[in-house]
C-alpha cells in the first residue's frame, strides 16, 4: 500500500511561483506513474501533469506547459510539481496521484493525497 502526503500550498500573488511537494511512502516499488490534479470549486478534477517513473516522459496539460514542472527525486521518494509565473485561473485543490499506468484521467490512478490548496491573487 502507497501512502501519499501533500506539502507546499498556500496563498500567492499571480505571476510569482509555489513548489507543491507529495511524499510517497510504503510499497512504492511497484509504481508506474505518479501525477499531479487539480481541482477547482464547481469543476471537474483536471489533470496537471504526470511522470512516467519508468522513463518514458512527462505529461503537460496544455493550459500549464512551460509554467509548470514535474519531477521526482528518487533518494526520497517525493515528487515536486514547480509552478511558474501563477495565474488566478490555477487556483484550486491540488492532489497527488500515484498508480499502475499514466493516463489523463483520475481513474487511471489508485492512491490518492489529502490535497493542498492553491490560491493565486491578482
Known amino acids: 500500500q502507497v501512502h501519499l502526503v501533500e506539502s507546499g500550498g498556500g496563498p500567492v500573488q499571480a505571476g510569482l511561483s509555489l513548489t507543491l511537494s507529495c511524499a510517497a511512502s510504503g510499497h512504492t516499488f511497484n509504481l508506474v506513474c505518479m501525477a499531479w490534479f487539480r481541482q477547482a470549486p464547481g469543476k471537474e478534477r483536471e489533470g496537471v501533469a504526470s511522470l512516467d517513473i519508468s522513463g518514458r516522459g512527462t505529461y503537460y496539460t496544455d493550459s500549464v506547459k512551460v509554467r509548470f514542472t514535474i519531477s521526482r527525486f528518487y533518494t526520497n521518494n517525493t515528487l515536486y510539481l514547480q509552478m511558474n509565473s501563477l495565474k488566478p485561473e490555477d487556483t484550486a485543490m491540488y492532489y497527488c496521484?500515484?498508480?499502475?499506468?499514466?493516463?489523463?484521467?483520475?481513474?487511471?490512478?489508485?492512491?490518492w493525497g489529502q490535497g493542498t490548496q492553491v490560491t493565486v491573487s491578482s
Open positions: 496521484a500515484a498508480g499502475p499506468a499514466c493516463g489523463g484521467s483520475a481513474s487511471f490512478y489508485t492512491t
